[in-house]
């Protein structure tokens, strides 16, 4: 198994969004702020992770990333398959004059990587969170409600506005009553 820098910032991304994404959609300018990670370099790995089915993504204002599944059913064995892909699963083999050598501990090395996997699937994306919060180091800060649909309209409309009053008023009680 290959745990790579990379490896890491994907589960830390994933702790990350899984802590904040009850208020919504999380932008990964936001997480890349919190983590030190650029966001091109996250824009890589979440394009991984969405496309493994672990990550959804909102596009305009408002929008972010969220999970894709319960944080309980994503485990940290899934976060690295989805951003390492198959050669997290490869043992590192040396060719050449050692080879003899490396037959003679594959059986351990084989082993050591089956228990590696395992453990790595025993702890979910929520047991991470939880050990976050209950450290009490993480501060989860409250989003502002996004302005989209036609409030956000009104609130840009000119003070000549050719629609009546009574327009807004209507779309004000229809939006209120859902």
């Known amino acids: 198994m290959r745990l790579s820098t990379k490896s890491r910032f994907a589960v830390a991304a ?8 009850q208020a919504g959609p999380v932008p990964l300018g936001s997480i890349g702020e919190r983590l030190q990670i650029s966001l091109s370099y996250l824009e890589q790995m979440f394009s991984k992770l969405r496309q493994q089915g672990l990550v959804d993504s909102t596009r305009g204002p408002g929008g972010g990333y969220t999970l894709a599944r319960a944080a309980q059913a994503i485990s940290v064995a899934d976060i690295i398959m989805a951003v ?3 050669r997290a699963l490869q043992l590192e083999t040396a060719t050449g004059a050692g080879e003899a050598g490396c037959a003679l501990t594959q059986e351990l090395w084989t082993s050591l990587n089956t228990k590696m996997m395992e453990h790595l699937q025993s702890i979910t994306l929520h047991q991470l969170g939880e050990e976050q919060r209950a450290k009490g180091g993480v501060h989860v800060e ?8 036609i409030f956000a309209q009104r609130k840009a409309a000119p003070a000549k506005s050719t629609v009546p009053n009574s327009v807004f008023a209507l779309a004000g009680a229809l939006g209120s009553s859902r």
């Open 14 to 21: 994933m702790i990350d969004l899984a802590l904040r994404e």
């Open 84 to 86: 390492e892909g198959a």
């Open 142 to 149: 409250a989003r502002p409600a996004s302005k989209r649909g």
